[in-house]
Structures are given as structure tokens and as C-alpha cells.
């Protein structure tokens, strides 16, 4: 659905909340640990994202909440100077949150444009789709949805529009061995209890 390649995965969580926590951090073991890590998201970006951002030790003055425009999207000129700010400030951009449907308002970010401006700048893209992400399947509404292939990790809520019970929440990344790399540990006691390659352990 999200035109992944076959790196593609990832597992179910408690919610998009624990979704969100897992992508920022996945972003930061990727991004090697840098010491100033800014996270940018539009003024719409969900309030988990912020939580979680707290949770992994990355303070309120290194989120840079972005203006969106008369239709509550991402403001993508704003982005790339606040972006250059922060790289002209010695800081280290780390992740860029798209809004895969917005949950107050259902708008979704240029996500195409915040694709590329991730790429060239070799930032994390990480969609938050957890509202509107299945939207994707509506044959109308999937152009909007352009750039979602690209994005590092996306946030889907099987709790919202697929009417699954609660505290069923999807993070999905595009290289998910990424996410293997970052949680994994291997204690002494499981040693012998090694999943096999590609089950997923929850
Ligand atoms: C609902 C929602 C979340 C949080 O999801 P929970 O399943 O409630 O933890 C995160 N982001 C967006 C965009 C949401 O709509």
C-alpha cells in the first residue's frame, strides 16, 4: 500500500504514540547519536510526536514547530530555512515529520516536497499517518499521498479507520532492520531462544 521495497517492515504497537516514540528513535541510532538532535514538524504535527521527543531525552527548545498555510499543510520554504538555521547554528537536524492526514483538521503535508528536502539534506523522513494513512487505499485520494514511498518510517493507527480494537498501532519502516539494530539486545538467559531470520518478535 505504501510502496515500500521489500525492506519494508516493522510491527504492530500499543498505538501511534509508542509508533512515533520508536521512529524517533530509529532516527537518532541512524543518524549516529549526534549530541543536537532538532526534530521539525508543521504546527499541526500530532502531540505525541513532542511526548516522545521528551521520553528520548531531546528537549522542547529542538522542536521546531513550522507555520502551515491557509490549508493547514507544511510550509516547505519555511522548513528549508529554519533547516539551514540550525545547520548554520552548529545544531543537527535529525528528523522531519510529515502529516499523513492531520488529526485535527485531515491535511496532508507536501510530502513529496518534505521527501526531497530530507534526502538532500540526509535528514530522517518520518510520516505520521496514523489518522489519514488509509486514505491511501481510496484510488481518489492516493496522489496525495505522493512521496509516502520515501519516507523513512510511517505511523498507521489500525485502531482509527480500520476499526481494530484499541491499542493497535503500526510503525513500518523502510530498511527494517534498522529497527532491529536500534532495540536490539540480547541477554544471557535467551541465548538460546534466537528468532528466526524475518519473524517478528513482538
Ligand atoms: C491518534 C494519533 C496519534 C496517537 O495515537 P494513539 O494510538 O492514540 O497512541 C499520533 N498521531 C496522530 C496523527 C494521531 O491521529
Known amino acids: 500500500w505504501l510502496d515500500f521495497p521489500e525492506t519494508g517492515g516493522g510491527l504492530l504497537t500499543s498505538g501511534g504514540s509508542a509508533a512515533n516514540l520508536g521512529a524517533l528513535l530509529a532516527a537518532r541510532e541512524w543518524a ?3 549530541v543536537n538532535p532538532v526534530i ?3 504546527d499541526q504535527g500530532h502531540s505525541s510526536l513532542d511526548r516522545a521527543a521528551r521520553i528520548i531525552g531531546i528537549p522542547p527548545e529542538n522542536l521546531r514547530k513550522i507555520p502551515s498555510d491557509e490549508s493547514f499543510r507544511l510550509d516547505i520554504d519555511c522548513l528549508k530555512k529554519v533547516l539551514e538555521n540550525d545547520r548554520a547554528a552548529g545544531m543537527d537536524p535529525l528528523c ?4 499523513g492526514g492531520a488529526t485535527n483538521t485531515g491535511a496532508i ?3 513529496e516536497a518534505m521527501a526531497a528536502v530530507a534526502a538532500q539534506e540526509q535528514v530522517w ?3 505520521d499517518a496514523a489518522y489519514g494513512g488509509f486514505a491511501v487505499l481510496a484510488p481518489r485520494e492516493k496522489e496525495a499521498f505522493r512521496g509516502m514511498e520515501a519516507a523513512d518510517s510511517v505511523t498507521l493507527d489500525p485502531h482509527k479507520w480500520f476499526f481494530q480494537p484499541y491499542e493497535t498501532g503500526c510503525l513500518l519502516l523502510r530498511d527494517r532492520r534498522l ?3 536500534c532495540f536490539h539486545i540480547m541477554p544471557e538467559y ?3 531462544a ?3 531470520e524475518g519473524e517478528v518478535n513482538f
Do not use: A, Q, R, V
Request: proline share 12%; hydrophobic share 30%.
Open 190 to 192: 535467551l541465548k538460546d
Open 96 to 99: 522531519i515529520c510529515g502529516n
Open 32 to 34: 549516529g547519536n549526534p
Open 109 to 111: 503535508d507536501p510530502l
Open 40 to 42: 521539525y514538524m508543521s
Open 125 to 127: 523522513f518520518h510520516i
Open 179 to 181: 529497527l532491529w539494530e
Open 194 to 196: 534466537t528468532p528466526e
